[in-house]
């Protein structure tokens, strides 16, 4: 039933373009006429003659191009809901090529009509659809991959494009010359700069297949990275062959200066992106007051930063790549959670639109553009991509095995050489071709097309399969954990600790030298605020702490338990090592038990506390233990809390101090707290403001009686747990009086507690002594 | 504590004293000659290597985990078998078998040596959480390591550490044990719980670092 009705919306679009695209031949000629021809008065001067008012009128034209894009945009984005509606077909085949398939049909049918289809224009292609994609990538890039496979991904990069450019161009001028008289007229110069714009793996196409295979992340970053980083190789030789063609020429002059223009492209890029990185960085500082448009700062700045290289004829993508990676971590310390969603989720938009419209525009270009079908070629440029692209990955592999700690497997190298495939880059370079200065250049068109086709179909479509036959390794999908971020830096200190031993500045040593020099210098800058000096473990641990309840609030606040939250193991669960045997253990009998647990429900019944995920365990009065809200709202409770218990107390209160000046003093001053109240009717409360790793701290008896692992509940008041004392903790002497550590969070406290909190704060380590003496 | 003698290792590079210690650790005949002149110019020569000499390497004081590493070379766990404590000084063998620790696994290995790679490796870590030889790493160590590493972040890391470290325990607990009755307990991480919690670390191929095969004689000052 979806199915039927989408068709049927499609084909009314599909229909309503094909006169409207049809009449310009791209959407970026189309002007739109001030004239409208359905203005009924076209005189103007003559009011002698009234004509009646036109109520309706019909002006297309001036509306045009705008209208024209949407529907282009619209129709894309249908597409893209289209597929997914087909479950079987967007499993075997790759929306890349359903998406060509689609273009072809669209052009087919504009070209029926009698229309010329739209091409590709390239400075579209460059100027609006790529940037997106790239920025995509460029952003979310996983930096410490990259890094690390850094010279791997330059190797292949460089050096691998290079040897491709010249194999590809070198033997299509040997078949040139042998097949004689139709492809003589091809000189080496073209055939080199052919060759040199073939060869470059597209990252919108690598983007494409792989995002849907799932291929673990080291190949992923490998081949990613390549497809990336060899635009700078394709810029300069494009331009270096393409200058010299005319000529006819090449000296070893200009080669030499095409080395140094290709160091001052790809270098040059970054730098420009960098700085503009720098700059969006530094302007985030300034946003918290205006969080609205932090998102535009990042587009605008990376687009900028693309541009201007563009102007002095840098590497675009590298400089956009720079940017994003830059400036990415310390925007993300500075902007809000919701602009960190919003352009998260623009650039996935963008990138994905862009994506599916230069598919559908491949599908279009090559109904529309002029062919020149040559068997030969064709099929040899085919060949000499495929066995290029092979020979290149194999023979660099074994250069960069004998330098990487982890080698590369076959397997690997495997999935490397079938994942490079062609895509739009190289069509649209080709087109940007000069036709007096190229007179092969429709042939060379014919050829790139049929090469992405094969490269995006028959591979794009295998590549699934292979990996599963071959039993790739996978990209792993669980969540990162905290354990695993905590050994993740563990490791990192403890291998550049090991790397300084051997006395060798290696990988680590750097890397480390990096990270220290960026949190003295460069997060005070960047970073606003209190957050410049948070370490890396702490904000993933805030990060990991905010999805939690975000995913608990969302998940309906408690009634159904996310599946990370391990609420089925309580703090209480966990007990510290068994003491040394030298300390008598009492045991409490479980009548005790019962007797106590019964006095505390009685007495506290009418406070509800809530749990925090990660504190359950001894929260003695220490609400600063949680790093949960902004130490702010903490301290402003704490003193509504402590004004209220001014009034409830008979032993005068503190001046509400800063929690640390709180603590000390408390903790350093036996008579602060006075309180001989204590008798035997009352079930004193201990709690104990010591850490837990001080002796004296596990003195005080404690039975928990436990109500049972509670789970989480959300936000809003305060429920008094008292876990249970199921382990014995070492004590001295045992009490007449059941001392009980409660566990309590901090927040809004209930009435009731106001009795209880008090307690919580007068009694101090001093009183347990006493107890334990 | 236990204090074993080292004696009987010779000053003198000696041919076949090379080959059995790689043959023992896997290391190649150069890189056992580097690493010997790197462990005589840190011991000053002498036959022994002390805490106090590691202390002094310049570029491990920034470490912030620099005392358990300096303390991994000196745990007999990591260079005999079932024995623990630790010792005051150690020989070329020691020095050199703690190191074997961070050799990269070699290409071309079966399932099973990768697997026995990855459990030497994750026991080296473990070893060096686990501070009183018990087995287990108990919420105490794991808030120390926790500590240590947060240690240069002055007090904002030392109070989220606990809560990091509690996080971190009811995760190793909750995976492990999985649903636990409120008066079941969780004594601490053992090896194989160790071993689970990090599956998704890829420890054999990550903790490795790369050992020269020429003197290039880039050492520190």
């Known amino acids: 039933m979806e199915l039927k009705m989408f068709i049927l919306v499609l084909g009314l679009l599909v229909g309503s373009l094909m006169p409207l695209g049809g009449a310009a031949s791209s959407p970026d000629t189309g002007t739109g006429h001030g004239g409208s021809h359905g203005n009924k008065n076209p005189g103007n001067g003559t009011t002698y003659s009234k004509k009646p008012f036109p109520v309706l009128s019909f002006d297309y034209e001036h509306v045009r191009l705008p209208f024209e894009i949407s529907l282009w945009v619209l129709l894309a984005s249908l597409m893209k809901l289209g597929f997914h509606l087909i479950p079987r077909v967007s499993s075997i085949v790759p929306e890349s090529c359903l998406l060509i398939v689609v273009g072809l049909l669209v052009g087919g049918l504009i070209k029926m009509v009698g229309e010329d289809p739209p091409v590709l224009e390239s400075k579209i292609f460059f100027f609006y659809l790529l940037p997106p994609i790239i920025l995509d990538a460029g952003y979310f890039m996983p930096i410490r991959q990259f890094t690390e496979n850094l010279g791997t991904i330059l190797m292949f990069a460089v050096v691998g494009t290079l040897w491709n450019s010249f194999f590809v161009g070198g033997l299509l001028y040997g078949v040139c010359q042998l097949e004689g008289h139709k492809l003589a007229y091809v000189d080496l110069l073209s055939c080199l700069l052919f060759g040199s714009i073939i060869s470059a793996v597209d990252p919108v196409a690598v983007l494409a297949v792989f995002e849907e295979i799932h291929i673990n992340e080291l190949l992923h970053i490998l081949v990613f990275g390549e497809s990336l980083l060899n635009d700078a190789v394709t810029v300069v030789l494009y331009h270096l062959f393409e200058e010299y063609s005319s000529v006819g020429s090449i000296t070893f002059m200009d080669v030499f200066l095409g080395i140094v223009c290709f160091l001052v492209v790809s270098l040059g890029g970054i730098v420009v992106g960098a700085i503009y990185g720098i700059l969006a960085a530094f302007t985030s500082r300034f946003t918290s007051h205006t969080r609205v448009i932090e998102p535009l700062f990042v587009f605008v700045y990376s687009y900028m930063a693309y541009l201007s290289a563009e102007v002095f004829h840098l590497s675009g993508i590298m400089a956009l790549i720079a940017c994003g990676a830059v400036m990415r971590p310390y925007v993300e310390a500075n902007i809000s959670h919701k602009s960190h969603t919003t352009i998260k989720y623009f650039l996935k938009m963008w990138s994905s639109v862009s994506d599916t419209l230069i598919f559908i525009f491949l599908g279009v270009s090559t109904v529309a553009g002029p062919h020149q079908w040559n068997w030969t070629f064709v099929v040899a440029t085919v060949i000499f991509c495929l066995v290029a692209r092979v020979l290149g990955v194999v023979g660099l592999t074994f250069v960069i095995n004998k330098f990487r700690i982890v080698k590369l497997t076959s397997k690997d190298q495997f999935i490397i050489a079938y994942g490079g495939l062609r895509g739009a880059i190289a069509f649209s370079l080709v087109y940007l071709l000069n036709p007096k200065h190229f007179p092969m250049r429709n042939m060379f068109l014919t050829a790139i097309i049929t090469v992405i086709f094969f490269t995006v179909f028959v591979q794009g479509m295998t590549i699934r399969p292979l990996v599963d036959l071959l039993a790739v390794k996978k990209k792993q999908e669980t969540k990162r954990s905290i354990n695993e971020e905590i050994h993740t830096q563990f490791l990192d200190h403890l291998l550049t600790g090991i790397e300084d031993i051997c006395g060798h500045y290696g990988h680590h040593h750097w890397k480390d030298k990096l990270n220290r020099f960026n949190k003295k210098y460069v997060k005070k800058c960047l970073i606003a605020g209190e957050r410049s000096k948070e370490p890396q473990l702490i904000a993933f641990y805030h990060k990991m702490e905010m999805k939690q309840a975000i995913e608990l609030v969302e998940s309906g606040g408690g009634a159904k338990l996310p599946s990370a939250l391990p609420s089925t193991v309580s703090m209480q669960n966990i007990q510290p090592k068994k003491p040394s045997q030298d300390r008598a253990l009492p045991q409490l009998s479980k009548a005790r038990e019962e007797e106590i647990r019964k006095i505390l429900r009685t007495n506290l019944q009418r406070t509800r506390q809530r749990l925090r995920s990660y504190n359950r365990h001894t929260l003695i009065a220490d609400p600063y233990e949680d790093g949960w809200n902004e130490m702010l709202l903490k301290r402003k409770k704490m003193k509504e809390l402590e004004k209220k218990m001014n009034n409830y107390l008979t032993v005068p209160a503190p001046p509400p101090d800063s929690p640390t000046i709180t603590r000390a003093r408390l903790a350093s001053d036996p008579q602060a707290w006075g309180l001989k109240s204590v008798t035997e009717s009352i079930p004193t409360i201990k709690v104990d403001l010591a850490s837990p790793q001080s002796p004296e701290s596990v003195n005080v008896v404690d039975e928990f009686s436990k109500k049972g692992s509670q789970p989480k509940e959300e936000e809003g008041g305060l429920t008094m747990k008292v876990p249970s004392p199921a382990k014995q903790r070492k004590d001295k002497t045992p009490d007449e009086e059941p001392q009980q550590r409660l566990m309590r969070c901090l927040s809004d406290p209930g009435p009731a507690l106001v009795f209880v909190s008090p307690v919580l704060l007068c009694l101090t380590k001093v009183h347990s002594r006493q107890y334990a003496m | ?221």
């Open chain 2, 1 to 221: 504590m236990i204090t074993i003698v080292m004696g009987s290792f010779q000053s003198l590079p000696d041919d076949h004293q090379y080959r059995t210690l790689s043959q023992k650790t896997g290391f190649s005949l150069e890189q056992i000659a580097i690493l010997h002149n790197r462990f005589k110019q840190l011991s000053q020569n002498e036959e022994t290597l002390r805490r106090d000499d590691l202390k002094t390497i310049q570029d491990l004081e920034s470490n912030p985990i620099r005392s358990q590493i300096i303390e991994a070379f000196f745990d007999s766990r990591n260079f005999q078998k079932d024995v623990v404590g630790s010792v005051e000084e150690i020989g070329f063998e020691e020095f050199l078998t703690v190191m074997s620790y961070f050799r990269a696994p070699p290409q071309h290995i079966t399932e099973e040596q990768r697997e026995e790679i990855r459990r030497a490796k994750l026991r080296f870590l473990f070893n060096m959480h686990d501070t009183d030889n018990d087995g287990t790493i108990t919420l105490e160590e794991y808030r120390h390591v926790v500590e240590e590493l947060l240690s240069r972040s002055g007090a904002l890391g030392r109070e989220t550490a606990k809560g990091i470290a509690d996080a971190a325990m009811l995760e190793v607990a909750s995976i492990s044990v999985g649903p636990m009755a409120p008066d079941e307990f969780y004594e601490g991480i053992t090896f194989e719980h160790f071993l689970k919690i990090l599956n998704g670390v890829e420890i054999e191929t990550r903790m490795n670092i790369h050992f020269l095969n020429m003197d290039a004689t880039v050492l520190c000052k």
